[in-house]
């Protein structure tokens, strides 16, 4: 865990350089320096794990590249609706005689049918456009805002040191992003080539 802190800290020294002026752009740049520099790098983690087991490590490590495409046992994907719902923040309301109740200083509509109930709301707190309420064994009713404040659905601002225009660049990223598009092109000549020569091959 140590060794991802210091990279994580190494991007951050390198993204306060680099002219990044979206989240998009961020995310991209991310996305580069995971897939060409911490995953290719000896991890101590998988090490350790090793370690614990008894097993041989090689003396120059291995990297969560390696250890992943070692791995024989194909990938479980969970259903995206259990992990968003294990994600949610939980809390108690009393509904008013409408049905309705606050959050956040915002008024929401839940339903008439459930008037003065007790209930229980869940939430992401990074989109609270609407609100799931729950009440015993009923069907879970998703809650809508009564009117729309002005402050809703206000974009995060980036931090001050990403739009800071004194470097050009950083050159470190903009290295690993051109050994991305590389290696990525080379995996795409190399599906093209193998598709080619199995279609001459039908030919003969």
Known sequence: MEKFHQKVDQFIAEIRIAQVHSLEELNQKWKYFLEQDYQKEAH??????????GVKVPSEGISPLQEFTRDTRGLVFLDTTVVSEAFLHHESRKLDNAGCFSFGDIKYEASVALANAEVEIAYDPMNTETIKVLYRDMEPVMAHR???????DRKPVLPVGMTDRVPETSRFLDALEKKYKEDHQL??????FGDYGKAGGQNV
């Open 146 to 152: 009564v009117r729309i404040e002005a402050f809703c």
């Open 187 to 192: 995996m795409a000549n190399a599906l093209s």
């Open 44 to 53: 101590d983690g998988i090490k350790e794990y090793y370690d614990s087991h």
